[in-house]
């Protein structure tokens, strides 16, 4: 149980972030919610059990992330619980893969993990204990086509979860990466809307392709990459740092 500890997840409002804080809710953390929509963070905080904070914020700019976690913390206290859940999807060939888009994909994903990681830290570090835990996705275990920024993203978190966890392995704090497959979220309702524009197919063959790659056969559902998120912060997984937890019903084995 996670009662008495403050856990912050960002990109909270929707999908996977939402189901994340609801059962972090349920295990009895104090949760302070960031994202970038004042609207649906305040429904979602209000549909939870206890009593919870919201904090608007772009996880890519340094001053608005600064801002959000001294307010989290004058709210709620020090940061116990750091989940990294805001991220962004966009596709292109490689070669029409402009600057803007690759430094977008980078911004959101990675540096976005960066800046939380560093704002949170301090808290920890106090403390003597403290769990992050990095929402990545298969993209950071392998590579997809036609999105080689997201995948270069994913993968910087990926290196950046395996190295901050042996700088802080005697700390107390354990460093982690949950890598969903296709999950049922905005990114992959978008994907399958974008395919089915594109070459005209039903959008129920579009949502097959993409459980193809599964060999379950099926799309993860994000109350599923919540419980790995629950293990990871919890007592019991004390030893567990560094690690990419596969929710891919076998895509990846490693």
């Not at 939380?116 to 993209?139: E, F, H, K, W, Y």
């Amino acid at each position: 149980m996670l009662h008495g500890r403050h856990a912050l997840v960002t990109g909270a409002a929707r999908g996977i972030g939402a189901a994340i804080a609801r059962t972090l809710a349920q295990e009895g953390a104090a949760l302070t919610l960031l994202g970038r929509n004042e609207r649906t963070l305040q429904e979602l905080a209000s549909s939870l059990p206890g009593r919870h904070g919201i904090v608007v914020a772009d996880v890519s700019d340094a001053g608005q992330v600064h801002a959000a976690f001294e307010r989290a913390r004058a709210e709620r206290g020090p940061l116990h619980i750091l989940v990294n859940n805001a991220g962004q999807a966009e596709s292109a060939p490689f070669t029409r893969t402009g600057l803007d888009l690759w430094q977008r994909m980078l911004a959101v994903n990675l540096t976005g993990t960066f800046l939380c990681s560093q704002a949170a830290l301090p808290d920890m570090l106090a403390a003597g204990r403290g769990r992050i835990v990095n929402i990545a996705s298969t993209a950071a275990q392998k590579g997809y086509a036609y999105v080689s920024a997201y995948v270069a993203a994913k993968h910087g978190v990926l290196g950046l979860t395996r190295s901050l966890a042996l700088e802080v392995a005697r700390k107390g704090i354990t460093v982690n990466a949950v890598c969903p497959g296709y999950t049922e979220t905005d990114i992959l309702r978008e994907s399958v809307a974008n395919v089915v524009a594109k070459t005209g197919r039903s959008e129920a063959d579009a949502r097959k392709e993409f459980a193809s790659g599964n060999p379950q056969q099926r799309i993860v559902q994000p109350q599923e990459v919540a419980d790995a998120v629950r293990w990871l912060c919890s007592d019991g997984a004390a030893a567990i740092t560094g690690q990419a937890i596969s929710v891919s019903g076998g895509e990846v084995m490693q």
